[in-house]
């Protein structure tokens, strides 16, 4: 069973920058691709960025690209999302996720409680 547990969320003025930090357990979680994905208030979830079971191949959504950058150490089973010139618009709570593939090739199936970052004007 894998676990993950998000940390970095909180205040912050436009401009600035947070890191938030996805810490798992289970050595397996290392093999799997991860994600971090928001939900904002009153909208659906949705992807923010991705990262690769190595770390060699990331995606972003548009509106975070050049902003954000998604990494992971496998050694620490920890994957980390620097979010830097944050905006108002990025205010949403953040999830952790990881696919294992059991439930095919694009569905996460292991997900964090999220932390909240938000973000004043």
């Known amino acids: 069973q894998v676990q993950l547990v998000e940390s970095g969320g909180g205040l912050v003025q436009a401009g600035n920058s947070l890191r938030l930090s996805c810490a798992a357990s289970?050595?397996?979680?290392?093999?799997?691709?991860m994600a971090w994905f928001r939900q904002a208030p009153g909208k659906e979830r949705e992807s923010v960025a991705t990262?690769?079971?190595?770390?060699?191949?990331?995606t972003y959504a548009a509106s975070v690209k050049g902003r954000f950058t998604i990494s992971r150490d496998n050694g620490n089973y920890t994957v980390y999302l620097q979010m830097n010139s944050l905006k108002p618009e990025d205010t949403a709570v953040y999830y952790c996720a990881a696919r294992s593939g059991r439930l095919g090739a694009n569905e996460y199936d292991y997900w964090g409680q999220g932390t909240q970052v938000t973000v004043s004007s």
């Open positions: 289970g050595r397996t979680v290392s093999a799997y691709p």
């Open positions: 990262i690769s079971w190595s770390g060699g191949s990331t």
